[in-house]
């Protein structure tokens, strides 16, 4: 069985208010926003969850094995 870590479209995250963004966010509204926009400069469609270490150039999860082994 896999599992798959959960992520946000970028796209979604820059509709967001300040105050929203720096309530799901460290830092600024400013810095954020400054690094929403550079994800989508690297070609990147969704934000990462923390902690995935499998990721597509789009930042999307492409699962997690749930044996010991760890990634596929």
Do not use: W
């Amino acid at each position: 069985m896999r599992t798959f870590h959960i992520y946000m479209p970028i796209s979604a995250a820059e509709q967001s208010t300040d105050a929203e963004l720096e309530s799901m966010f460290p830092g600024d509204a400013k810095e954020i926003r400054g690094q929403l926009d550079s994800m989508k400069k690297q070609g990147m469609e969704v934000i990462p969850s923390e902690g995935c270490d499998n990721q597509d150039a789009t930042g999307r999860c492409l699962g997690h094995s749930n044996s010991k082994g760890g990634n596929p």
